[in-house]
């Protein structure tokens, strides 16, 4: 594994960049994909990393409709963010409430429509705080409420999924970090990890002038909620999103570029599957 110490050099920044993309988590993921012959219906639930750009899960819908045309309007995705929460902030077992979440939907021209459905989703992605994996007073939060959630989902039928987030735009050592405590976690609850991170990092070092944060390094900017959007899509349904014709606005060639990224970055931390 890479020794993130040992990047030095005149360029330290473009080598820091591209240690980082080298950087994956030591430990294999176990579980590669849901189960689900097609996913129809999400949760995201996390915090502002999700609700940046008019919120991450609408950009997996625009993926999804494009993609398949036929069933356009069949996928239903909800979001549910709170500023700044890790785990522990979240109350997973409300957001399964009868006749609470997703109970109904505005359609059309501002119609609502009553859903109806055995479970209320099929799969939960969740984040913790940006820094909760791998802080040294959070860390072992991480771990438990990783698994207490992916208990209280199980037990509402649907599958966990734990979302990798990124490392800040100027601490690319947090890569290697995240993606190795999300990898653990996954494996221990028997959850999907989604590899964002990863994908962030890979890009950074294809093409380094990428804006993929805003001006904080923090939070995405419009191309980092599309590349974590793709990545999704791809983990998901085992497709790479190239060529899909819904860019959030992003210029044809970035799109392009981001789409390839995101499956790239799937197949290899996957193994290919």
Not at 131 to 142: D, G, S
Not at 148 to 163: D, E, N, Q, Y
Not at 195 to 220: C, E, M, S, T
Not at 232 to 261: M, R, W
Request: aromatic share 12%.
């Amino acid at each position: 594994m890479l020794n993130f110490t040992r990047c030095t050099g005149v360029a330290l920044t473009v080598v820091a960049l591209f240690c980082a993309t080298a950087a994956a988590a030591q430990t294999a993921p176990k579980i590669k994909n849901t189960g689900y012959e097609q996913t129809r219906t999400s949760l995201f639930v996390g915090n502002s990393f999700y609700y940046y750009n008019d919120s991450m899960h609408t950009k997996l819908l625009g993926l999804i409709n494009v993609a398949d045309p036929q069933n356009r309007g069949q996928y239903r995705s909800t979001s549910i963010t709170i500023s700044g929460s890790g785990f522990n902030w979240h109350d997973m077992e409300s957001y399964f409430r009868p006749g609470a979440v997703a109970s109904y939907s505005f359609v059309g021209d501002n119609e609502i429509r009553f859903n109806k459905f055995d479970k209320p989703f099929d799969v939960v992605l969740m984040n913790d705080c940006s820094q909760c994996p791998v802080h040294p007073q959070l860390k072992a939060m991480f771990h438990e409420y990783a698994e207490k959630h992916s208990r209280t989902v199980r037990k509402h039928g649907a599958k966990p999924i734990l979302f990798m987030t990124w490392a800040y735009a100027d601490k690319p050592e947090m890569t290697q970090q995240l993606a190795e405590e999300y990898t653990i976690a996954g494996n221990k609850n028997d959850a999907l990890v989604i590899p964002a991170g990863l994908a962030f990092a890979k890009a950074i070092a294809k093409k380094p002038g990428i804006q993929l944060y805003v001006a904080d390094k923090r939070h995405p900017s419009r191309l980092g909620t599309y590349l974590s959007a793709c990545t999704i899509y791809a983990a998901l349904y085992n497709k790479s999103p190239a060529g899909l014709s819904y860019t959030f606005g992003i210029d044809p060639e970035t799109a392009k570029f981001l789409q390839e990224v995101a499956w790239e970055t799937v197949q290899e931390y996957y193994g290919g599957r």
